[in-house]
């Protein structure tokens, strides 16, 4: 058996995927459906070519160790579930990469590297047929909501406990998933970065620095309804002039602080067109790495709405959907991931994560973390067009190998 690492094989492996998972639009790879299960035999039959120990943990997370002469424990994830009509590299990259260093350490290490090495395909990382993602790094992180999720359903009324039986798992016991995160000195992921930023550098790879933390509100006034005949300008009482004074006002507040700010959504009521609006509601996402910075984007995205109330004699409430702090990737893995891509490719660049991914998971349950990003092509994902050029695909895992090899040697 050769000792050097095939990137090629990744490729190839990759396209053999994509070959029996995807349809005409798209990767078909969806959690605990039979495709799913179908990839999982595929993904563990190449593992069985591997001087490995393999199970599936309470979560349904499939584990691939390989002892090392410690038992510390360098892990190495990604997920093989895709959302539906979805790309062919996006989690499942992160897992073929990582069983390519995983055979490259086993064939020059003689079956037992100096720390122990594990891959973990989580399971269920798109939430796609839940409406939550990071399920089985949540569950292995200890954050996972087990009220929340026990009453998930999907669109055929399925529970997720349910569908979770259905594959085997027992669902009050996931996070006992927890265990396998013991002796876990570094997590390493690699992911297609899936916006434009490398792009437009023009660069293959950079260091993720962390995930945006997260605010997401929804903001609601409330005037008066009035015919919108009879009723002149200065005497309305206008919810959705209010609202939509917030449109223009988030892209000067993101201008002045950084980070990102979307209002999604905007609904009106009574919502006919010979009525002057009463009550306006309106989703506000806003992301930023930088906790502090993150809480003066939302700061002044209330004094703002409490001013345009103020002025358009409307009221005003707001309800926070959802929020999570962001997640800082650890120094020492970042300076590892930044060698690793000056010493294959050249330039490195460092940018976070707008999406989560496991990795915050992970790291939010204290294991020194880090993600690589390799460019996408169209800077697009989750879409059968996502894409990576062959080349890109080879460094990342050139570079991907480095940075797994630096960590070994760092913790043996
Ligand atoms: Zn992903």
Not at 136 to 145: E, I, Q, T, V
Not at 230 to 254: C, H, K
């Amino acid at each position: 058996m050769s000792t050097a690492l095939d990137p090629q094989r990744t490729i190839a492996e990759l396209e053999e995927l994509r070959g029996f998972s995807a349809d005409v639009h798209g990767a078909q790879r969806i959690a605990f459906t039979p495709m799913w299960v179908k990839v999982r035999e595929w993904l563990t039959s190449k593992l069985a070519a591997l001087p490995v120990e393999t199970h599936v943990d309470a979560a349904g997370n499939l584990w691939s160790t390989l002892k090392g002469r410690s038992e510390k424990a360098v892990l190495i994830g990604g997920h093989m579930d895709s959302v539906p009509n979805g790309g062919w590299l996006d989690g499942c990259l992160n897992v073929l990469a990582g069983l390519e260093v995983l055979r490259r350490i086993a064939a020059q290490y003689d079956g037992v590297p100096p720390v122990t090495v594990r891959l973990v395909d989580w399971a269920d990382e798109e939430g796609a047929r839940f409406g939550k993602s990071l399920f089985g790094s949540s569950a292995c992180s200890g954050h996972l909501d087990m009220n929340e999720a026990r009453a998930l359903v999907d669109r055929d009324g399925i529970g997720l406990p349910e569908a979770l039986k259905r594959v085997g798992i027992d669902f009050e016991k996931v996070r006992d998933s927890r265990r396998e995160l013991a002796n876990a000195v570094a997590y390493l992921e690699l992911h297609i970065e899936q916006g434009p930023v490398l792009l437009d550098l023009d660069l293959p790879l950079g260091v993720v620095l962390g995930t945006f933390g997260v605010e997401r509100h929804a903001i609601t006034f409330h005037g008066q309804a009035a015919h919108s005949g009879s009723t002149p300008m200065n005497r309305r009482r206008d919810a959705f002039l209010a609202a939509a004074r917030m449109s223009p006002e988030i892209y000067e507040i993101a201008k002045r602080h950084g980070g990102v700010c979307t209002i999604g959504s905007c609904t009106t009521k009574p919502g006919i067109v010979t009525s002057v609006v009463e009550e306006c509601r309106i989703t506000l996402d806003q992301r930023h790495l930088d906790a502090s910075a993150l809480a003066r984007l939302h700061a002044d995205a209330k004094a703002a709405s409490e001013r345009f109330a103020r002025e358009g004699n409307v009221e005003l409430a707001w309800e926070r959907l959802w929020s999570i702090e962001p997640v800082l990737f650890d120094p020492q893995l970042k300076r590892f991931c930044r060698e690793a891509i000056e010493e294959t490719c050249g330039t490195v660049h460092e940018l976070p994560s707008g999406p989560l991914h496991d990795a915050a998971e992970v790291a939010r349950a204290g294991v020194p973390t880090v993600m690589m990003f390799v460019q996408s092509l169209h800077g697009i994902s989750h879409n059968k067009i996502e894409d990576t050029k062959r080349e890109h695909l080879a460094l990342c895992v050139t570079a991907f190998d480095k940075l797994a090899e630096k960590t070994i040697r760092a913790h043996a």
